[in-house]
């Protein structure tokens, strides 16, 4: 059973017009995190939530913002997608940041195309 | 430079052939070491820690060298369903730990 949900699986939006990610879990995990993987590249950290604190990158664009509503769910909303912006976005949990051997469990992620 | 660095591959291998990655870190203060497996257009799933005394897992093996910075993963007997992207993965303590990912080498497991 999927522990991590994100939907949409496949997302297409067009040059700025805003789109909302969502991403649910049934840990019951602390930690959310979003992260924005394109082609052939790293996985890089937009933020992340510790709870309801909420931890933004120093270089994430201020065009990302983020929600959690509450333990269970997080979105990334992207208020003007430009065509750099198309990416696979992950979301990921985990129970605490407070260890360094903490495994992320990661959603399917969100494929998303601007056009 | 970047945290975590790898060499992108891709790496090209007949069935059955043992196959190394490696992948240097930046930061000595690394806590923790990871690879993950990442398949086309999936998710990154944990492969394996990476502990200093070194671990295997079946065909795997891992290693870290703290005093050069790099951690490396040995695939042994190469499976054609081992042919995915290789994360390396280390963990930092930013006032709560932060995982760094590198960017990945990619495998091709011929039959």
């Known amino acids: 059973d999927a522990m991590v949900i994100q939907n949409p699986r496949y997302q297409v939006t067009q040059f700025g017009k805003p789109v909302t990610l969502s991403c649910s879990q049934t840990l019951n995990h602390n930690v959310m995190y979003w992260y924005q993987q394109k082609s052939s590249q790293a996985p890089k950290l937009l933020f992340h939530?510790?709870?309801?604190?909420?931890?933004n990158e120093a270089d994430t664009p201020d065009n990302f913002q983020s929600r959690r509503p509450n333990t269970s769910f997080c979105f990334l909303d992207i208020r003007s997608p430009g065509l750099g912006d198309a990416a696979m976005y992950l979301c990921?949990?985990?129970?605490?940041?407070?260890?360094?051997?903490?495994?992320?469990?990661f959603g399917s992620g969100t494929q998303l195309s601007v056009l | 430079r970047k945290e975590v660095e790898q060499d992108p591959g891709p790496f090209n291998v007949p069935e059955g052939a043992t196959v190394a990655f490696n992948c240097t870190y930046s930061n000595s203060a690394s806590q923790s070491f990871f690879w993950y497996r990442q398949d086309c257009r999936k998710e990154p799933k944990l492969l394996m820690s990476v502990y200093s005394s070194g671990n295997e897992d079946g065909r795997f093996t891992a290693q870290l060298n703290r005093a050069s910075q790099y951690i490396s993963l040995l695939i042994r007997d190469s499976k054609l369903s081992d042919s995915a992207t290789y994360l390396c993965?280390?963990?930092?303590?930013?006032?709560?730990?932060?995982?760094?990912f590198g960017a990945g080498t990619r495998l091709f497991v011929k039959a």
């Open positions: 939530y510790y709870d309801k604190d909420f931890n």
């Open positions: 993965v280390v963990t930092l303590n930013t006032g709560g730990f932060k995982t760094i």
């Open positions: 990921a949990t985990s129970g605490t940041r407070q260890l360094a051997n903490e495994k992320l469990f």
